[in-house]
């Protein structure tokens, strides 16, 4: 008799515990290809699994077996020409390099291991050991956040929700209170009884015993009613509501599009945002991203509008800080969201405004944000605005970063120091 | 029964497998293979698996139930990464030794490959399991999988209370000497789990007195006999290295000895099959190949069956020649085919050649003849014995001796008439694992000065070791935590020792 068995939906994933125990062994190394893969990567593409190469020697598991040299004979099949005493020469690659089939079977005869990780393990990789800088928790003010937890157990509360161990464990322990001293009053008398009546018999005695017996019962009687269970004895589940924290964030994306800003530069702008909303879903139930691009003015825009339309013209900062502003005020409540900004510019500002920028970020922004990153691409010397808001990172390092770009390596470890955890 | 019945009972005819086609094919296959053939098999527990759960089973070496370690992630890893860049396929079925006999077969395939696969698997790999001496001498397909569950359940704990690196470490270095952790004379006996735990238990107290007798270093009697200490230990050379680290070893814990044991049984489990790959698959091949062509004389499958069958069977059994760029030696598949369909042939139509060279064979019932064959050899042997020469001619063999003094190679026997006994040797040289494996022993351990291990390679016809030598030294100082010495010695003459003290590995040339 054959037991035939459908496996297929059980049992998946059996080798997870083993491919982890794999990737932690190797961690320091996949890290290094992670954080490279991160840097050469194009920009659509970081949200998919990496190929980590590992040098074999480093990962092979070393067995004792013979090394190159000596003697060996070895049959092989598909003979043309040979006879026997032929001498041919040694085929490159070394000794008895053709046709070992033990040999290739463990060697793999490759120099690196390739295997592809899964976007979660990349982007696990990819922000290990990062943290949202100031995860203060806004709550709602609004009931959808509400949440309901288990909140002990309470005397008073709707009978579906009666719990009946507890209910049935006071109950018990309400009998054996409220009839201890008629218990104890019972065995006396009792034993009263038990001694009159082991004595002789005499007209005293006879009425002591009726007058006992008489007691007893009522005693028994009164023992009786104490009832099995009381409304005083019930206890009920609680449940409470509870503020939930708001998990939801928005991530604004300020970048500059005036004329100096080339392709190549907001390439590299496109790529800090994205690690940025990566990092931020990881972090957020719900995430909304608002893109404001700027020259001499602000405007709202769609992702699309946002990276690849080309503007010319001057660069008025503060424009769009306003509007950043303005919008936070409309839209996004600061109780109710956890507000990032992120703001790429080549370093171009018009002179007069970068104190203005300041101003605005320093009373207006700040109090509001959660964290305002700012990243400078440029390789040329740093102007005003960079010197203002050098001045807003001294008042403010828990909420404002700064960070200089010069290529496009430069971006994942900017990334890093800017969201390192930091030791709290 | 008539050879060809004219009326046509086909089992199926699409090529879409279903749960009750499977049943039917395997009654139907079972009903030729035991009644017709009375191959003896285990009972058959058929699994159906998808792809990814191949790729578990591939990982974990064919142990249906394995405990955690790196090594099998990586080979998960480097499977996964394979099969989904097209780089390979998967096999159509993996088999368990075990009782009942377990058998995976992929979703993917079609009803011919399934049966295919159950006749290769289910009767041919089975019966092999039931049969072969080396099976039944050194495994308990009734106990392996008891005994799988209470490894992976003892080194979980073991993981729970030293912590996963310190496991971790220690199964890197018995599997470093899992080739060395196999017992050729001695047989085991089965035993269930729960008596494997209790065994456990009383072993890892009396083996932990038993060592701290050994390593005594406090004076017995005030006279020490000059003659027990000029003793050897151990007192012969000893091959199984893991088992007598697992005995002697001086600073292990009790659960250490434990896991190296582990890891030294599964060696064994496997050891047989290390050594009866030709053999083993052949014989599967014979039987898919005699069994699916008898169900088509009894007209139960189609013209379209055998096509689909003849066409994956012949890929399996194809060798492609030796300089062919995908060539990766003798295919085990091919050899064993022809080999067992030879000694068929030889049975029933016998040349003249072959009355020569097998006068017992020739003739004779081919049904217990190949049964014979299977149940009694291993494939050194097995080749030595019956290793026709019309298969080296098939074949074209030649062999080539390949000596590193020598500027270039030499063609020693080639398929003719002198040279069919030298080319059998040779092959069958070639699957004797103590040739393939470096000999490696323990020789000597210093009891009562530093406590150092001497091990001894015998080199074979000048073959040196491989340099991972060195990282496997160090694997074993990690068992034994004193310095231990690995001397490679030639012809009686010491060439090299390979020694790794507290400051690490060092090679010196003699």
Same mark, same amino acid.
């Given at each position: 008799?054959?037991?035939?068995?459908?496996?297929?939906?059980?049992?998946?994933?059996?080798?997870?515990? #083993?491919?982890?125990?794999?990737?932690?062994?190797?961690?320091?190394?996949?890290?290094?290809?992670?954080?490279?893969?991160?840097?050469?990567?194009?920009?659509?593409?970081?949200?998919?699994?990496?190929?980590?190469?590992?040098?074999?020697?480093?990962?092979?598991?070393?067995?004792?077996?013979?090394?190159?040299?000596?003697?060996?004979?070895?049959?092989?099949?598909?003979?043309?020409?040979?006879?026997?005493?032929?001498?041919?020469?040694?085929?490159?690659?070394?000794?008895?390099?053709?046709?070992?089939?033990?040999?290739?079977?463990?060697?793999?005869?490759?120099?690196?291991?390739?295997?592809?990780?899964?976007?979660?393990?990349?982007?696990?990789?990819?922000?290990?050991?990062?943290?949202?800088? #100031?995860?203060?928790?806004?709550?709602?003010?609004?009931?959808?956040?509400?949440?309901?937890?288990?909140?002990?157990?309470?005397?008073?509360?709707?009978?579906?929700?009666?719990?009946?161990?507890?209910?049935?464990?006071?109950?018990?322990?309400?009998?054996?209170?409220?009839?201890?001293?008629?218990?104890?009053?019972?065995?006396?008398?009792?034993?009263?009884?038990?001694?009159?009546?082991?004595?002789?018999? /005499?007209?005293?005695?006879?009425?002591?015993?009726?007058?006992?017996?008489?007691?007893?019962?009522?005693?028994?009687?009164?023992?009786?009613?104490?009832?099995?269970?009381?409304?005083?004895?019930?206890?009920?589940?609680?449940?409470?509501?509870?503020?939930?924290?708001?998990?939801?964030?928005?991530?604004?994306?300020?970048?500059?599009?005036?004329?100096?800003?080339?392709?190549?530069?907001?390439?590299?702008?496109?790529?800090?945002?994205?690690?940025?909303?990566?990092?931020?879903?990881?972090?957020?139930?719900?995430?909304?991203?608002?893109?404001?691009?700027?020259?001499?003015?602000?405007?709202?825009?769609?992702?699309?509008?946002?990276?690849?339309?080309?503007?010319?013209?001057?660069?008025?900062?503060?424009?769009?800080?306003?509007?950043?502003?303005?919008?936070?005020?409309?839209?996004?409540?600061?109780?109710?969201?956890?507000?990032?900004?992120?703001?790429?510019?080549?370093?171009? #500002?018009?002179?007069?405004?970068?104190?203005? /920028?300041?101003?605005?970020?320093?009373?207006?922004?700040?109090?509001?944000?959660?964290?305002?990153?700012?990243?400078?691409?440029?390789?040329?010397?740093?102007?005003?605005?960079?010197?203002?808001?050098?001045?807003?990172?001294?008042?403010?390092?828990?909420?404002?970063?700064?960070?200089?770009?010069?290529?496009?390596?430069?971006?994942?470890?900017?990334?890093?120091?800017?969201?390192?955890?930091?030791?709290? | 029964?008539?050879?060809?019945?004219?009326?046509?009972?086909?089992?199926?005819?699409?090529?879409?497998?279903?749960?009750?086609?499977?049943?039917?094919?395997?009654?139907?296959?079972?009903?030729?293979?035991?009644?017709?053939?009375?191959?003896?098999?285990?009972?058959?527990?058929?699994?159906?698996?998808?792809?990814?759960?191949?790729?578990?089973?591939?990982?974990?070496?064919?142990?249906?139930?394995?405990?955690?370690?790196?090594?099998?992630?990586?080979?998960?890893?480097?499977?996964?990464?394979?099969?989904?860049?097209?780089?390979?396929?998967?096999?159509?079925?993996?088999?368990?030794?075990?009782?009942?006999?377990?058998?995976?077969?992929?979703?993917?395939?079609?009803?011919?490959?399934?049966?295919?696969?159950?006749?290769?698997?289910?009767?041919?790999?089975?019966?092999?399991?039931?049969?072969?001496?080396?099976?039944?001498?050194?495994?308990?397909?009734?106990?392996?999988?008891?005994?799988?569950?209470?490894?992976?359940?003892?080194?979980?704990?073991?993981?729970?209370?030293?912590?996963? %690196?310190?496991?971790?470490?220690?199964?890197?270095?018995?599997?470093?000497?899992?080739?060395?952790?196999?017992?050729?004379?001695?047989?085991?006996? %089965?035993?269930?789990?729960?008596?494997?735990?209790?065994?456990?238990?009383?072993?890892?107290?009396?083996?932990?007195?038993?060592?701290?007798?050994?390593?005594?270093?406090?004076?017995?009697?005030?006279?020490?006999?000059?003659?027990?200490?000029?003793?050897?230990?151990?007192?012969?050379?000893?091959?199984?290295?893991?088992?007598?680290?697992?005995?002697?070893?001086?600073?292990?814990? %009790?659960?250490?000895?434990?896991?190296?044991?582990?890891?030294?049984?599964?060696?064994?489990?496997?050891?047989?099959?290390?050594?009866?790959?030709?053999?083993?698959?052949?014989?599967?091949?014979?039987?898919?190949?005699?069994?699916?062509?008898?169900?088509?004389?009894?007209?139960?499958?189609?013209?379209?069956?055998?096509?689909?069958?003849?066409?994956?069977?012949?890929?399996?059994?194809?060798?492609?020649?030796?300089?062919?760029?995908?060539?990766?030696?003798?295919?085990?598949?091919?050899?064993?085919?022809?080999?067992?369909?030879?000694?068929?042939?030889?049975?029933?139509?016998?040349?003249?050649?072959?009355?020569?060279?097998?006068?017992?064979?020739?003739?004779?019932?081919?049904?217990?003849?190949?049964?014979?064959?299977?149940?009694?050899?291993?494939?050194?042997?097995?080749?030595?014995?019956?290793?026709?020469?019309?298969?080296?001619?098939?074949?074209?063999?030649?062999?080539?001796?390949?000596?590193?003094?020598?500027?270039?190679?030499?063609?020693?026997?080639?398929?003719?008439? $002198?040279?069919?006994?030298?080319?059998?040797?040779?092959?069958?040289?070639?699957?004797?694992?103590?040739?393939?494996?470096?000999?490696?022993?323990?020789?000597?351990?210093?009891?009562?000065?530093?406590?150092?291990?001497?091990?001894?390679?015998?080199?074979?016809?000048?073959?040196?070791?491989?340099?991972?030598? $060195?990282?496997?030294?160090?694997?074993?100082?990690?068992?034994?935590?004193?310095?231990?010495?690995?001397?490679?010695?030639?012809?009686?003459?010491?060439?090299?020792?390979?020694?790794?003290?507290?400051?690490?590995?060092?090679?010196?040339?003699?």
């Amino acid at each position: 008799m054959s037991y035939i068995i459908d496996r297929r939906l059980n049992g998946r994933h059996k080798s997870m515990v #083993n491919r982890q125990r794999f990737l932690d062994r190797y961690k320091s190394q996949i890290r290094e290809s992670v954080a490279d893969a991160a840097s050469k990567r194009s920009i659509t593409d970081i949200e998919r699994g990496e190929s980590v190469s590992l040098p074999t020697k480093d990962i092979s598991e070393p067995t004792f077996h013979h090394g190159q040299g000596g003697a060996r004979d070895m049959v092989h099949p598909g003979n043309k020409e040979f006879v026997t005493g032929d001498k041919i020469p040694r085929p490159q690659g070394g000794a008895g390099g053709k046709g070992n089939g033990k040999a290739s079977n463990q060697g793999d005869g490759e120099d690196e291991f390739n295997f592809t990780l899964t976007q979660e393990e990349f982007l696990n990789f990819l922000f290990e050991d990062l943290a949202l800088p #100031n995860l203060i928790k806004r709550r709602l003010a609004g009931i959808e956040t509400w949440e309901w937890q288990s909140a002990g157990i309470v005397s008073e509360g709707n009978p579906a929700k009666i719990n009946i161990v507890r209910s049935l464990r006071a109950a018990t322990s309400r009998r054996i209170a409220l009839g201890m001293s008629k218990r104890r009053a019972l065995r006396e008398k009792e034993a009263e009884l038990a001694l009159l009546l082991s004595q002789d018999v /005499c007209a005293a005695n006879v009425a002591r015993i009726a007058e006992l017996r008489e007691e007893i019962t009522k005693l028994k009687l009164r023992l009786e009613k104490i009832p099995f269970i009381d409304t005083f004895d019930l206890r009920y589940n609680h449940h409470i509501k509870v503020a939930k924290p708001s998990a939801q964030a928005v991530m604004f994306c300020v970048m500059d599009v005036s004329g100096s800003m080339s392709q190549a530069t907001k390439d590299m702008a496109k790529r800090f945002f994205l690690l940025l909303y990566l990092f931020l879903k990881r972090n957020y139930e719900k995430i909304e991203v608002v893109f404001i691009r700027h020259h001499t003015s602000a405007k709202e825009v769609d992702e699309q509008e946002f990276f690849y339309s080309r503007e010319t013209g001057g660069t008025i900062v503060s424009s769009a800080l306003k509007l950043m502003n303005e919008i936070v005020t409309a839209r996004y409540p600061s109780d109710e969201w956890n507000i990032y900004g992120a703001q790429a510019s080549d370093g171009d #500002n018009w002179s007069d405004d970068s104190p203005l /920028c300041q101003k605005i970020l320093t009373e207006q922004l700040i109090p509001a944000l959660q964290y305002f990153s700012y990243i400078e691409i440029t390789p040329r010397q740093h102007q005003a605005l960079w010197l203002a808001y050098e001045e807003v990172q001294a008042e403010h390092p828990d909420h404002f970063a700064m960070q200089q770009i010069i290529e496009p390596s430069d971006i994942y470890p900017v990334f890093r120091e800017l969201f390192a955890r930091k030791p709290a | 029964m008539t050879e060809h019945d004219n009326t046509a009972n086909f089992i199926s005819t699409g090529s879409e497998w279903s749960f009750p086609l499977i049943a039917e094919y395997d009654a139907a296959i079972k009903d030729i293979a035991h009644n017709e053939f009375g191959l003896d098999t285990y009972p058959n527990q058929i699994e159906v698996i998808s792809a990814e759960q191949m790729m578990d089973a591939y990982a974990s070496v064919g142990m249906p139930i394995g405990y955690h370690h790196w090594s099998f992630g990586k080979h998960f890893v480097s499977t996964e990464n394979a099969y989904q860049r097209g780089q390979m396929g998967l096999a159509y079925e993996i088999v368990i030794n075990s009782n009942p006999c377990i058998a995976y077969l992929m979703e993917e395939n079609t009803m011919t490959m399934q049966a295919l696969v159950i006749a290769h698997a289910c009767y041919g790999h089975n019966s092999f399991f039931k049969g072969n001496y080396l099976f039944k001498t050194w495994t308990d397909a009734s106990s392996i999988i008891d005994y799988l569950v209470f490894a992976r359940n003892y080194i979980r704990k073991c993981e729970e209370r030293y912590g996963v %690196p310190e496991v971790e470490a220690l199964l890197d270095s018995c599997h470093a000497l899992m080739n060395y952790g196999v017992d050729r004379y001695k047989r085991p006996y %089965p035993i269930s789990a729960e008596e494997e735990r209790l065994r456990q238990e009383d072993r890892e107290t009396a083996l932990q007195a038993q060592i701290n007798e050994l390593w005594r270093t406090i004076p017995i009697s005030q006279k020490p006999d000059r003659n027990q200490d000029n003793a050897r230990f151990p007192s012969e050379p000893q091959e199984n290295i893991l088992y007598f680290f697992e005995k002697n070893a001086p600073l292990l814990e %009790p659960w250490q000895r434990e896991i190296l044991r582990i890891v030294r049984k599964i060696a064994q489990y496997f050891y047989p099959q290390r050594q009866t790959q030709v053999m083993n698959e052949g014989w599967a091949t014979f039987w898919h190949y005699t069994l699916l062509n008898r169900l088509y004389d009894k007209r139960l499958v189609t013209d379209g069956f055998m096509l689909e069958f003849l066409q994956s069977h012949t890929a399996v059994v194809y060798q492609p020649t030796f300089d062919k760029p995908y060539y990766r030696g003798i295919n085990p598949y091919a050899l064993g085919f022809a080999m067992f369909q030879d000694i068929k042939r030889i049975c029933q139509h016998p040349t003249e050649e072959d009355k020569h060279w097998f006068p017992d064979m020739a003739g004779s019932d081919w049904l217990a003849t190949v049964k014979f064959a299977m149940q009694n050899f291993k494939d050194e042997s097995f080749v030595q014995q019956f290793l026709s020469p019309k298969i080296m001619r098939e074949f074209r063999m030649f062999s080539v001796l390949d000596d590193q003094k020598k500027d270039a190679l030499h063609i020693g026997a080639i398929h003719d008439d $002198s040279g069919f006994r030298q080319l059998r040797q040779s092959l069958s040289n070639q699957y004797n694992l103590s040739m393939n494996e470096p000999n490696i022993q323990v020789w000597a351990v210093n009891l009562r000065g530093d406590r150092s291990i001497i091990l001894r390679h015998v080199r074979e016809k000048g073959r040196p070791l491989a340099d991972s030598s $060195s990282a496997v030294l160090k694997h074993l100082h990690y068992l034994w935590k004193f310095d231990v010495h690995l001397e490679c010695w030639e012809e009686n003459k010491r060439i090299s020792t390979i020694s790794c003290t507290k400051e690490g590995v060092k090679t010196y040339t003699h």
